[in-house]
């Protein structure tokens, strides 16, 4: 096992990402490596959003990672696989996941799970990846949230046990890092590509301002999504430069 090799607990952190970052700092730790917590008081989300979590009823866990020969120009490849892994895990339990780019895990089109990767290059190298992780399990009230998330127990009516959870999500993370590492890539990507949220259907966006009705065609390898617009423009995006609207 590679992910979830060595699993470091704590009961309160501002944030595992945050915590994994100085670990790195202060000394060696083994790739696969998991911080792993019941609360966090300033967790984060994707381009400075926060991650609300109720202490002890959901999974929040960031994951130190090597993935060397990964090239930086193909780093998406990581959140696939790791997106890929949750929905693994899901799919033992509910029907219904998919995933909406760049790093959002839906349940019927509620989310579920987001995904924080942040990557540290050398040169032309992978230093190192932290993978932090957010993914609901028995929290029922999400509070004025909208759109509102939901929970594996919402969603299924039943109520689990978290670090059975944790076990059963990391093995199956394992599983697709060793994919990645070792695997068909390829597949990796038609998979990831399988479960895109919205893929192929017309949808209004917006971007810088401007409102469009687009199809969402690809997601490449470097995360830059391509969408066919009405006029049969192919328009490519990076994140946060485009917007879903309903």
Request: hydrophobic share 35%; proline share 3%; aromatic share 8%.
């Amino acid at each position: 096992m590679i992910i979830g090799s060595k699993i470091v607990f704590y009961d309160t952190l501002s944030s595992s990402s945050t915590e994994a970052r100085e670990l790195l700092r202060s000394g060696d730790y083994p790739e696969g490596t998991v911080i792993h917590t019941l609360f966090q008081t300033s967790g984060r989300g994707q381009a400075g959003n926060s991650w609300i979590s109720e202490k002890g009823k959901n999974l929040l866990f960031s994951i130190i990672l090597y993935p060397r020969s990964l090239e930086p120009r193909n780093q998406f490849m990581l959140s696939m696989t790791i997106s890929l892994g949750i929905c693994d895990f899901l799919d033992a339990h509910i029907r219904g996941c998919s995933i909406k780019w760049p790093n959002d895990i839906l349940i019927d089109e509620r989310k579920i799970s987001g995904i924080l990767i942040e990557n540290s290059i050398l040169g032309d190298e992978m230093e190192n990846s932290i993978a932090g992780i957010g993914l609901n399990i028995n929290q029922e009230s999400f509070g004025d949230m909208l759109p509102e998330p939901v929970s594996l127990k919402k969603a299924s009516g039943r109520e689990y046990e978290i670090n059975t959870c944790l076990e059963e999500t990391l093995a199956a993370l394992d599983r697709r890092y060793k994919q990645l590492l070792y695997g068909d890539r390829k597949l990796i990507r038609k998979e990831y590509l399988s479960r895109l949220w919205r893929l192929m259907e017309w949808h209004n966006f917006q971007s810088g301002g401007q409102l469009f009705r687009g199809r969402i065609k690809d997601v490449g390898d470097d995360g830059i999504i391509a969408i066919e617009t009405d006029t049969g423009e192919i328009r490519s995006f990076s994140f946060k430069e485009v917007s879903y609207l309903p």
